[in-house]
T-cell receptor
Framework: AQSVAQPEDQVNVAEGNPLTVKCTYSVSGNPYLFWYVQYPNRGLQFLLK??????LVKGSYGFEAEFNKSQTSFHLKKPSALVSDSALYFCAVTGGTYKYIFGTGTRLKVLA | NAGVTQTPKFRVLKTGQSMTLLCAQD?????MYWYRQDPGMGLRLIHY???????AKGEVPDGYNVSRLKKQNFLLGLESAAPSQTSVYFC???????????FGPGTRLTVL
């Protein structure tokens, strides 16, 4: 069965500091991994994905994520956080079926 | 190119009333999804469709029905609304293979 875990409900970081939002997954076969961001009263927006290839994936707004097969992780990172990055972040996985499984979300709060 | 749109944006129902949520996409995507988002539970899949005329059950299908008569539209129906169906509903679509989903802006439904 597919599953995604986002162990932190909330992450607080000071503006200008690096940020990490954690995600671990379980899937049969090759994983296809995604990060989405949700701003208040909005739908989810795609940030980046890992399908195959380089373990470090770069996405929108300066975000990147590192795929680690041995640790079954796909952590979202940004070298320097902005107050405008404050939002709800979702990790998702599919094992190649039609269904995606979403994590429960991590609220990122960037403090000025 | 409007992407994914949802109608209505807000709705208040009384227990036992019925309604239909409309999702439309103009990207010629084959796959469409209905999710509900509840605090602390992330996104849960209600129903999905892999093409015109097809539908399938997701994680939480009870109390909902769907139809995909046209490729661009995916309708979610509540025949007899219950307070447990108070939620924010998101529609999404995507192309094959393993591509990201595009989300609509959501419908906030309250059942009294």
């Amino acid at each position: 069965a597919q599953s995604v875990a986002q162990p932190e409900d909330q992450v607080n970081v000071a503006e200008g500091n690096p940020l990490t939002v954690k995600c671990t997954y379980s899937v049969s076969g090759n994983p296809y991994l995604f990060w989405y961001v949700q701003y208040p009263n909005r739908g989810l927006q795609f940030l980046l994905k890992y399908i195959t290839g380089d373990n470090l994936v770069k996405g929108s707004y300066g975000f990147e994520a590192e795929f680690n097969k041995s640790q079954t992780s796909f952590h979202l990172k940004k070298p320097s956080a902005l107050v405008s990055d404050s939002a709800l972040y979702f990790c998702a996985v599919t094992g190649g079926t039609y269904k995606y499984i979403f994590g429960t979300g991590t609220r990122l709060k960037v403090l000025a | 190119n409007a992407g994914v749109t949802q109608t209505p944006k807000f709705r208040v129902l009384k227990t036992g009333q019925s309604m239909t949520l409309l999702c439309a996409q103009d990207m010629n995507h084959e796959y469409m999804y209905w999710y509900r988002q509840d605090p602390g539970m992330g996104l849960r899949l209600i129903h999905y469709s892999v093409g015109e005329g097809t539908t399938a059950k997701g994680e939480v299908p009870d109390g909902y029905n769907v139809s995909r008569l046209k490729k661009q539209n995916f309708l979610l129906g509540l025949e007899s609304a219950a307070p447990s169906q108070t939620s924010v509903y998101f529609c999404a679509s995507r192309n094959y293979p393993y591509n990201e989903q595009f989300f609509g802006p959501g419908t906030r439904l309250t059942v009294l």
